[in-house]
């Protein structure tokens, strides 16, 4: 058996490294490649053709370093491709390799998190525009009330580090009052866009007192971690010598400056080319 394999972590641009950061800290042992297509970043507004062309072409490139296992932690990429590549493509290409996302393990516990039935949903146009999380999360919480809102500013606003500024403070303001302007009841918030954790501050000073913020990080390492007791035939497969890779489709340097806004240690990223 090649234990040497390592677990693939992908996202359309930076947001992913909030993940990764807590997939990591959950289970420290395994190795990782992350993979970020920052050339053609951000996903939110493109089609779902295109997210899903780009998803599986950046997926297949990690299938090929060795990853038996793909995270999708974009919540875009989620939406608009996962359905697309588990149930088309692996069973007919790659019958041995496995693709998760952040939507499903967010949904299985979000219910656990309000006291009045009501949550917001803040993310990409892509991703609110789909319908993913009203129909994941009536389907382990039917009685719940999903209010959506789109917030499509935020990630050029944070990946240009603009996040950490007073002017990124309006549009904070702007989307939140949207959001709870469309329901009283809503007491929860899930940051659907893993770029979004860097927001929270800003987020937590423009909401009501005792509002809960969720954040996909620790949910999806939890996830991983049960995925991978339940599956011993990938998780025997897998390297366990703490290492990490990083790679970018856009400009190395670039990515290295910015991933460590989300990732919390220097990083030295490797380019990879793409068809752009």
């Not at 693939?8 to 490294?17: A, H, I, N, P, T």
């Not at 790679?247 to 240690?265: H, L, M, P, R």
Request: with cysteine; charged share 20%.
């Amino acid at each position: 058996m090649n234990t040497t394999k390592s677990i693939g972590v992908f996202d359309s641009g930076y947001g992913g490294l909030t993940v990764f950061k807590s997939i990591a800290a959950k289970l420290p042992d395994y190795n990782y490649i992350y993979m970020g297509d920052n050339a053609r970043s951000p996903y939110g507004d493109h089609s779902f053709e295109t997210v899903y062309q780009y998803t599986l072409e950046c997926v297949e490139w990690l299938f090929a370093q060795g990853c038996p296992l793909v995270i999708l932690a974009c919540n875009t990429a989620s939406a608009k491709a996962l359905r697309n590549i588990q149930q088309k493509v692996l069973p007919v290409k790659y019958p041995d390799y496995r693709v998760l996302g952040v939507i499903r393990p967010t949904a299985e516990v979000i219910g656990s998190f309000t006291e009045s039935n009501t949550i917001g949903v803040m993310g990409t146009r892509g991703t609110v525009n789909s319908e993913s999380y009203p129909i994941e999360i009536h389907h382990f919480y039917p009685e719940l009330e999903v209010v959506q809102q789109s917030c499509p500013l935020w990630v050029p606003l944070i990946e240009n580090n603009e996040h950490i500024h007073e002017g990124a403070d309006y549009f904070v303001k702007k989307y939140t009052d949207e959001l709870l302007a469309k329901s009283p009841a809503i007491d929860t918030i899930l940051l659907a866009c893993t770029h979004y954790p860097l927001l929270i501050p800003k987020i937590a000073a423009v909401v009501p007192e005792g509002f809960k913020l969720v954040a996909q990080g620790d949910i999806v390492a939890d996830s991983l971690a049960d995925y991978l007791t339940r599956h011993p035939e990938i998780e025997s497969q897998l390297g366990k010598a703490s290492e990490k890779k990083f790679y970018t489709s856009g400009d190395e340097q670039v990515f290295d400056k910015n991933a460590s806004i989300f990732f919390d240690e220097k990083i030295v990223s490797a380019r990879v080319n793409l068809k752009i």
